[in-house]
């Protein structure tokens, strides 16, 4: 089990590493809401993403961390994007050896040019994000490398979990966090914390309609590990979710709530509309049942993670050209 010790040893392995994201309040939302809504905005952390704390803590936990960067095995990993990018500026920040990164094939052109701008090796392999980790790990283990999972470790969880400590620093009398959930590592990492900080807060995942692995793994008792995804903007979010996370946290999250692919796009468009904020689907999602009006927050200090920025910019032009007249109506 991972304990609030753990993630204070790896927020200050990563401090030198990250920057502490803002706490920003939302007029628009609380008036919309009748709630105090705050925005943790891990959207604006180093490359574009929370995932970047997760890969700073493994890889500095490694044993080959101490031995001579010729020495090191190969680290590979496999992601939609995000936690590519964390692991290879992390390898790079700490003077590590390149990693290989297999990304699916129907991975966005914003996240491969941001990855392009890394040292790092690029395979893209298989159709969808479940297929892609399998082809990783059957490479990792031909070669003898290091797979470097994006959700499944304790070690990614505590790098993860240091968004808890620095929302609940700035706002220690939240009463619910809307946290976004994939593979479960933020989540499971965040839930953790906040119930060791303050045991009566809320913690409810928000997930796409097209992949509702954590849903079905919550309902169902046992971790869903892979997931048929449908298609999605949430492409961070796509596929199953992890054993680890639901080991470490299924009774700890409070719920998840499924939101419809409509509901994601109108909270893209609305952060760029209302708070001149560009997310990605995969972070709006935390904000998108507020919009919808799926949870009631009257009255409630509520905190939405917006996870990461790497949006395709076609995409982004496409979700605005939806709503041309300005201010947006409830979805």
Known sequence: MLTLHDVHAAQRVIQPHIWRTPLLPSPALSQRTGGDIWMKAECWQHTGSFKVRGALNKLASLESATQPASDWPELVTASAGNHGLGVAFASQALGLPRATIFVPETASEAKL????AFRCNIHRAGADYDTCHALAEAYAQERNARYISAYD?????????TTA????????????LLVPVGGGGLIAGIAIVARAINPGIRVVGTQPEASPAAYLSLRNG?????????PTICDGLAGGFGRVPFDMAADLIDSVVIVPEVAIRHAVAWLVAHEQMVVEGSGAIAVAPLLSGQLSVAGKKVVAVLTGRNLDAILLSEIMSEHPNGPLAPC
């Not at 046992?222 to 449908?230: D, K, L, N, V």
């Open 113 to 116: 040019n941001r990855l392009n």
């Open 153 to 161: 470790d304790p070690a990614i969880i505590a790098g993860q979990a």
């Open 165 to 176: 400590l620095e929302i609940l620093e700035d706002l220690p009398d939240a009463d619910l």
């Open 222 to 230: 046992q971790s869903h590990e892979t997931y048929p995804a449908g």
